[in-house]
């Protein structure tokens, strides 16, 4: 089964964009295995002029969009038991956690918000999750519910072909990835590590690893002191045995 994407925006000629390249593309357009559809929210407004927007309750500077369009549009497309996600700058941060979680599912619906963003009332009346991919504020959502699904198709079984390619990747594990290398042998007066060229397997596990966690501890204190928890309770529970 095709795992199903419905994108609820003001501009659907923004998409595919980079959904629509390389394997990810190759995946949707050859061979089935997910599905793009995107929802024009402007065809479902009442008024004349297709305004899906209004003034803040309360005053204050911008427009927000209306409940009841967004509504509207939500309620055009079939469910089918999928997440629903609002792409906000105040959302939970995008986790590779979740993306893991959703990719295994029927697929997802996500809203991308203008404007000063969406009215609340729809956001809690329908479910929807507030997710942030990162802590900088964009002019709309498409850029952002771009990334959730790539994250997301390129986990779904046969869109990169190469399980053992996801491995060893950021965040897979709680580490971030370690450098990688390849052919010319020396660049600019820099050369591959030796460890690399050995052929020594155990070797150069060793080395990534110890990359990875030096990688980490150095640019994601955050992560590094989750993966520092995690390792003191596998202790607890390796001795609690």
């Not at 329908?126 to 198709?153: H, I, K, Q, S, Y």
Request: glycine share 12%; charged share 25%.
């Amino acid at each position: 089964m095709a795992f199903d994407v419905s994108i609820l925006t003001m501009f659907p000629e923004a998409f595919p964009g980079p959904l629509g390249v390389s394997l990810i593309g190759s995946a949707w357009r050859e061979q089935g295995l997910w599905r793009l559809e995107t929802v024009d929210i402007r065809r479902f407004s009442k008024d004349k002029r297709g305004f899906l927007d209004d003034t803040p309750a309360g005053g204050g500077p911008g427009q927000v969009m209306r409940a009841d369009v967004i509504a509207a549009a939500l309620d055009s497309v079939d469910g089918a038991g999928r997440p629903l996600l609002y792409m906000s700058a105040r959302g939970r941060p995008l986790t590779q956690a979740q993306v893991a979680r959703w990719s295994t599912g029927p697929g997802l619906i996500v809203l991308c918000g203008r404007f000063e963003g969406v009215d609340q009332r729809v956001i809690d009346a329908r479910g929807f999750e507030e997710v942030c991919v990162g802590d900088a504020v964009l002019a709309g959502g498409e850029a952002a519910a771009m990334v959730v699904v790539e994250a997301c198709v390129r986990l779904v079984p046969g869109v990169l072909g190469q399980a053992e390619s996801l491995a060893e990747e950021s965040f897979e594990d709680g580490l971030l990835e370690h450098p990688q290398f390849t052919r010319p042998r020396r660049f600019e007066g820099r050369d591959i590590p030796e460890v690399l060229l050995s052929g020594h397997h155990k070797q150069v596990a060793d080395w990534r690893r110890a990359q990875r966690e030096a990688v980490t501890r150095e640019r994601r204190a955050d992560l590094w002191a989750a993966h520092l928890a995690n390792q003191q309770a596998k202790g607890g529970e390796a001795q609690g045995d």
